[in-house]
């Protein structure tokens, strides 16, 4: 009897070994899987919060790898058939802002957007700023005055024609 408890201690020992074994495999690839999606995911947020247009995910790349002249070197935020890209240039006590508001795969300017921005600065403040279309830069632009160092986090919204579109942007200065 003692031999029998002994033996079904270890032949469930060792059916629990291989149990582990086999889901121990399963776990990895659906954990790998999951690490896959999660970067995939990072890699298309981090565009649209990460500066310059090298980050442009490999399928809204192909568009602007084709047809560089619609990438301005800021950060890009695909909104349906618009694109939005912002430039954020840091002078010496202000900020210049730079907005390209575009339509379809030609990236046509769009020059008669009501475009507002709402801005949170480093230190928690907000700031509310309307961008105006400049003819000669052929983008939407302000100036934020004031230097304060650090992150900022910038939502934009574009009315085109009673159509809503927004991006969100930041960046550091």
Avoid: W
Wanted: charged share 25%.
């Amino acid at each position: 009897m003692k031999y029998l408890k002994f033996g079904f201690v270890i032949l469930a020992s060792t059916g629990l070994l291989f149990l582990g074994a086999c889901s121990g495999g399963t776990q990895e690839s659906a954990s790998s899987e999951k690490t896959e999606v999660a970067k995939t995911a990072t890699d298309t947020t981090s565009k649209s919060e990460t500066p310059k247009s090298d980050v442009a995910s490999k399928k809204e790349g192909d568009k602007h790898e084709e047809g560089k002249e619609h990438s301005h070197g800021g950060q890009v935020v695909e909104s349906g058939q618009y694109h939005l890209e912002l430039i954020a240039e840091k002078a010496e006590k202000e900020t210049h802002l730079h907005l390209h508001v575009q339509k379809g795969e030609k990236h046509e300017p769009i020059t008669n957007a009501k475009v507002t921005a709402q801005l949170q600065l480093p230190d928690g403040t907000q700031k509310n700023l309307d961008l105006k279309y400049d003819a000669k830069e052929k983008n939407y632009t302000n100036i934020l005055s004031g230097n304060v160092v650090g992150q900022y986090q910038m939502k934009v919204t574009a009315d085109i024609g009673g159509e809503k579109v927004s991006g969100r942007f930041n960046f550091n200065q």
